[in-house]
């Protein structure tokens, strides 16, 4: 079979809004890892906002498995957009964004500030955020893929996905 | 920080009943993979169901990525279990499996029963699984991590997902 011809549009505006209205909206999200004892991917739900200049955050657990995994492979992969239970999920639009994700230690000049926008958006975290093992994340985009259902992919750079 | 306790509660009937019920359930599904090009994560939304022996297996484009991404590295990560509209996504309960992909060649003597089975779970898919290009995968279980919100999480051996 010949290869396949690239499916994929380079991004316009109807793109940028569609993966900026995602993220906007995203309170979760799938995080794909590379599992730190196997090498091998791992995969977990995560919290997810935007931080006040709008890159993509999470607040990760100290007994998570994709604590261990971010510190030693700090490349991952997030997606975001969950399909409803009603009609086909492929053709329901989600993001995947590679990330590099950069950890905000707790002594962090700016950890007062993205603990309290982070609450704003997820005000159950209270109960947990100032444990001692929980940290912030920062994942910050290197590419997207933008998926609107079969026939619409788009490319989109970490450009596109910041607020216009 | 000393090296926290682990969380993971061993396999029960109950985590049993209830990793089985998300599989059963679930039509759709987060897939980690390593990137063919890169060596790093990406992900993907998948269609997903069970075969007639009850393993995970999907039907994909070879226009995804995550098609290359299986043929180079065949171990990946799929997680079901999609959180709802409302109250915390974290405590919403969900799968995680270590999977090694095996593709299913439509030459197979199996494809024929395989494709009959999808396509009675899935049942838009005759629209296109017929094309050229779409492969059946089976995801055959290594391990797995079941997550039922927090402090209750168990590891999961295939046998334990298989039905009874």
Not at 10 to 15: E, V
Not at 144 to 158: E, M, Y
């Amino acid at each position: 079979m010949p290869p396949l011809k690239d499916p994929l549009l380079p991004a316009d505006d109807d793109a940028r809004i569609l993966a900026r209205a995602l993220l906007s909206k995203a309170r979760h999200a799938s995080l794909a890892v590379t599992d730190a004892e196997t090498g091998t991917p791992g995969i977990s739900l995560i919290a997810f906002g935007l931080d006040p200049e709008g890159m993509p955050m999470t607040l990760i657990s100290g007994l998570a498995p994709h604590l261990a995994a971010l510190r030693a492979h700090p490349l991952a992969a997030v997606m975001v957009g969950t399909p409803g239970d009603r009609g086909d999920p492929l053709v329901h639009p989600r993001l995947m964004i590679r990330v590099k994700a950069s950890l905000v230690p707790r002594t962090a000049p700016e950890h007062a500030a993205l603990r309290a926008h982070w609450l704003a958006i997820h005000p159950k975290a209270k109960l947990y955020v100032d444990f001692a093992d929980f940290v912030f994340a920062r994942l910050m985009p290197v590419s997207a893929l933008l998926n609107g259902g079969f026939g619409r992919a788009w490319r989109l750079t970490p450009t596109d996905l910041l607020k216009g």
